[in-house]
């Protein structure tokens, strides 16, 4: 009933933005996403008929409130499914700095849904795993159960039974891809993803544009994929980013994730590009830019994105394995 689990995190190439049922996490559009080698989470999940409560730790805080209850929601509802009456006791732990604004609930959520499921023996598929992990807190988390490049397709069905995700390649199909985490501000978020996008369905007078244009993103950044070009896709990328931010300023309110920070990464790399330098940039709902290049080139971005504007921190990385199962258990 002891089941530990890791899974990465996931940058989307093409976004997730909006959904068409909240309660089953069904997108309005598909999304193509990275799985990150060098950001994941470790959970350790325990079910038992001993336990007199459920705990929730995350990076050695016992989680309280909204924390606690975003979880424990999650847990309800595979509970219910399953018929499961013990309570639970869940350990998770990111391998990179909490409070770096990076998104870390899509790993979480993955490494969780992959923890319950083999705790619990469920004997689940991938594509059923990652439709466990659409319906947690973070629809993202359904493409971190897989490696390298992935799709989550958007579905048509109303039960959500074809809104799952799928790898496109491995993690070794692409060898040279690289992205560069620029943190330019540590702060939290203050809207959640899964309000912001329901406030921008709502307001965004936008909305329709980002939807019919999503098809072409999808087949354009496939085709990059399959084909190695990072012009392609880098390029389709970022212009699908500042699609999705334009949709979240002409949300009412308005979502303004950028600092100053933020933008100065942008116009750096435009100028870069501007040399011939091939990189893009990508952000999702928050200031940190991830910058999409090649591995000959990471060196001089990074000595350029370092000298010019006010970066925290940076981490370079790759694409990686999707989520796992291991023996090394949190407690
Ligand atoms: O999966 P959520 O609810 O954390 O939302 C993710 C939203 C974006 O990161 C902005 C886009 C994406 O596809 O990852």
């Given at each position: 009933m002891k089941a530990t689990a890791i899974a990465p995190s996931n940058i989307a190439l093409v976004k997730y933005w909006g959904r068409r049922n909240d309660r089953l996490v069904l997108p309005y559009n598909g999304s193509i996403s990275v799985s990150l080698n060098d950001l994941f989470t470790r959970t350790t999940v325990e079910f038992s008929s001993d336990f007199k409560e459920d705990i929730v730790v995350i990076n050695g805080e016992v989680a309280e409130g909204e924390k606690f209850s975003r979880v424990i929601n999650f847990v309800n509802m595979i509970r219910d499914i399953y018929s499961i009456d013990d309570h639970v006791k869940i350990v998770s732990e990111n391998n990179f700095p909490t409070s770096a604004g990076l998104a870390s609930s899509a790993s979480g959520f993955a490494a969780l849904t992959l923890a319950c499921s083999k705790a619990l023996g469920l004997n689940l598929s991938d594509k059923e795993i990652s439709i466990l992990a659409r319906r947690s807190g973070s629809g993202s988390a359904s493409r971190s159960i897989f490696g390298g490049f992935v799709e989550w397709h958007r579905g048509n069905r109303d039960d959500g039974t074809d809104s799952y995700s799928e790898q496109i390649v491995d993690e070794k199909y692409w060898r040279d891809f690289r992205i560069i985490v620029s943190i330019v501000a540590k702060s939290e978020k203050k809207i959640s993803s899964a309000r912001g996008m329901k406030y921008t369905v709502e307001t965004s007078p936008f909305y329709k544009g980002w939807i019919d244009s999503i098809d072409n993103d999808l087949k354009r950044i496939r085709s990059g994929i399959l084909d190695r070009d990072i012009e392609l896709v880098g390029s389709v990328a970022e212009h699908n980013c500042l699609k999705m931010h334009s949709l979240m300023l002409s949300t009412v309110p308005p979502l303004?994730?950028?600092?100053p920070g933020t933008l100065q990464v942008i116009h750096t790399i435009h100028k870069l590009r501007d040399d011939d330098l091939a990189c893009y940039f990508t952000i999702d709902a928050g200031p940190n830019v991830k910058v999409i290049c090649s591995k000959n080139d990471v060196k001089e971005i990074e000595d350029v994105l370092t000298d010019k504007c006010s970066i925290e921190d940076i981490i370079v990385t790759k694409p990686g394995k999707g989520a796992r199962i291991t023996n090394s258990h949190l407690f």
């Open positions: 303004i994730y950028w600092v």
